[in-house]
């Protein structure tokens, strides 16, 4: 075995192989580049090294040199499918913790691994590929357009006539040639709300292939997967037994070496299955597989590459109970999952174990995740760390193991629930969502589901009437004041006045007011009628402590307080906790504060809530972003193009600049008619989300 290998990546994946290196008494290496100096995965590793970027095949093998390192474990993404870079760690001395460059080869480029693994007697989806066939000839519609040497989706369009082929063949071709420098195409049979369903294999140097099972990864979003399991609740233990021969002979068929995956597209009524691509790497979804089978993937990986036969064989290989993992994005559901980022200011992470390996009590493995919390969290989050846009925006993964499906959903939801990230945007209120939908929980899915089912799937963008509650009181709680005339309880002779807060989130500004102290007892009334603003007696109300909870927006009645009138309001802090009462109902919330923003998170979601102050642009009680034309960044990122100047008239809608974040654009417009009298922003430079970009005064020549 090694004693020293170097992680070729970042983020959750490098954190998770660093752990089972450590768990086996393998010193590990970290690289960075200058922006991920104090990334979670440089922190845990036993020695990290700068390079200039992830990319950089030169400066992997140096570094690894450097550091003694006898391997390199890519992980997955950057250059875990590069042959050429396999071949550089292996002119180097180095082992590669992974397949032959050969097989890489052979099953990167689509066209030729569907040809291979036809010939080894692998169903394959029909389908025509260049040079060889002219796809503008196609005629069994609908059809799907693939990049052959694609992959993550890129580059597919789906054609549902012969009038669509002409511009889709030449949409497919741009992004193949943008994205991987090879325009080359395929066209397959598209199959109308199919499954996704893939197979872990496993293969060593002895001649020994294996497969472990199934995962159902039809939860995607724009192909891209959300939410796995294993095993899929579609699949029997006969037809299990097809599709793992199926893949087992892919993997022999290019002489495949390591953890790899074969992918199919499942017709989800006949049950018919086709050889998709083959994932030759670890997954992103590996820890379902882990967590059913009680297997450590990476390790399996580790001893494979340093010549050791697999442990175990086919015959020996069984699945316990049921696993699903949720994927944690930086992206705003609410703006179309646009990116976000920013600091962690405040991290709580759901019980289990974090992606390790080693034996916990019991004897069962930490790697495959099976302790008694039955959750595990594969994260490359830190308190203080900083998410920015250049980066792919997945931040962790929740996993939760039970003995039946339904105890595990039930668990990954609790888990969920528990997630706190504050400072930064994330994906977990929508994947609390979709976990719950019913036809998730009853196992009736397909890749179309999500796309479906999106308009209640996404929560709302402004907060509840009891959240901008709370952070109001909190804004208003103040150190204990020794001198009685300096208590900001609003005592005045007569009665006590109230102290209005003007609170913006990101559907706009709120007036909040508060008067008496939150700490012992107070009232509040969310966004009152502009009359009711200025210090006149308030209506206490009496209201009922009753009715359900959700995240309905600021115009609804929720947790027992209704607009405009004033309700009974107490505030409790200790720590990072923050108590809230409101006419009677408690809610829980974790808190942070940055400057003027106040962060509050309760059961997976989390709001900011930015103090307004007087003469800040959109500053009026009730005003929303563009309503008052302020234009704010979508997404932090940098301004790539400026396409207006100061003193410009423009209309609403047009462009006024182009931000771009994680290796997408988005062009920001004008949001009303009017002249451009605000543009703080320069060509290249970087914007937070939410960051003032331009201001419009509607009606100005």
Known sequence: MFTRVLVANRGEIAVRVIRTLRALGITSVAVHTASDAGARHVREADIALQIPKYLDMGAMVVAAEASGAQAVHPGYGFLAE???????????????VGPPPAAIDAMGDKIRAKATVSAAGVPVVPGGAEPGDSLLSWTDFPALIKPSAGGGGKGMVLVRSAAELPDALESARRTARSAFGDETLLIERYVENPRHIEIQVLADTHGNVVHLGERECSLQRRHQKIIEEAPSPFVDAAMRERMGAAAVEAARAVGYVSAGTVEFIVDGTTGEYHFMEMNTRLQVEHPVTELVTDLDLVELQLRVAAGEPLPFTQDEVRLRGHAVEARVYAEDPSRGFLPTGGRVLRLAEPGGVRGGSGLVEGGMRAGSGLVESGVRVDSGLVEGGVVGSEFDPM?????????????????????????????????????RALAAHPQVRAGELDTGLVERALPALVPAAGPPEE?????????????????????????????????????????????????????????????????????????????????ATGATGAAGAVGGVVPGVAVPARLLVDGAKLTVTLAGRTHHYTHARHDDTLWLGRDGQSWSLTRHRIGDPGDRPGAAHAGDGVVRSPMPGTVLVVKAQPGDQVSAGQPLLIVEAMKMEHTVTAPCDGRVTELPVQAGRPVDMDAVLAVVTAGES
């Open 82 to 96: 590069n042959a050429e870079f396999a071949r550089r760690c292996a002119e180097a001395g180095l082992v590669f």
């Open 395 to 431: 931040l962790a993964k929740v996993i939760a193991w039970a003995p039946t499906r339904e105890a595990a959903f039930r668990r990954l939801d609790q888990a969920l629930a528990e997630t706190v990230v504050l400072g930064v945007i994330t994906n977990v209120p929508f994947l």
């Open 467 to 547: 959240v901008l509650a709370a952070a109001a009181l909190a804004f208003h709680t103040v150190p204990q004041a020794t001198d009685p005339w300096e208590v900001a309880d609003g005592w005045r002779v007569g009665e006590r006045a109230w102290t209005a807060w003007r609170l913006e989130s990101r559907d706009g500004v709120h007036t909040v007011q508060v008067r008496g102290l939150p700490e012992k007892s107070a009232e509040i009334r969310i966004n009152p009628p502009e009359a009711a603003t200025q210090e006149t007696a308030a209506t206490t109300a009496t209201v009922p402590a009753t009715g």
